[in-house]
């Protein structure tokens, strides 16, 4: 059975720093994808930030130039350095593993306030 378990949400101030961090256990094999997404109330899940096994990353245009995303694949870990953030980022946060199947975190929540 596999696990994701996520860590570093919190609440900040405008322009504050967060760094979230996601640990998989259990049989994963050859992971392709992993990455984070967003919650907000009332809102969909959207994508945050993508790393691939090779090392192409993606972001939505909303977190360009402020995340950064990066992955360890010996410890099967998935991280998302969070800066200069803004309001509009408070939602639960989830870590997302493609291994032919896809996972997904409990969630962790990142409050940010004006």
């Known amino acids: 059975q596999v696990h994701l378990v996520e860590s570093g949400g919190g609440s900040v101030q405008a322009g504050g720093s967060l760094r979230l961090s996601c640990a998989a256990s259990?049989?994963?094999?050859?992971?392709?994808?992993m990455g984070w997404f967003r919650q907000a109330p009332g809102k969909q899940r959207e994508l945050v930030a993508t790393?691939?096994?090779?090392?192409?990353?993606n972001y939505a245009d909303s977190v360009k130039g402020r995340f950064t995303i990066s992955r360890d694949n010996a410890k099967k870990s998935v991280y998302l350095q969070m800066n200069s953030l803004k309001p509009e980022d408070t939602a639960a946060y989830y870590c997302y593993i493609n291994s032919g199947m896809d996972y997904w975190g409990q969630g962790t929540q990142v409050t940010v306030s004006s």
């Open positions: 790393a691939t096994s090779g090392g192409a990353t």
């Open positions: 259990g049989a994963l094999f050859s992971i392709n994808v």
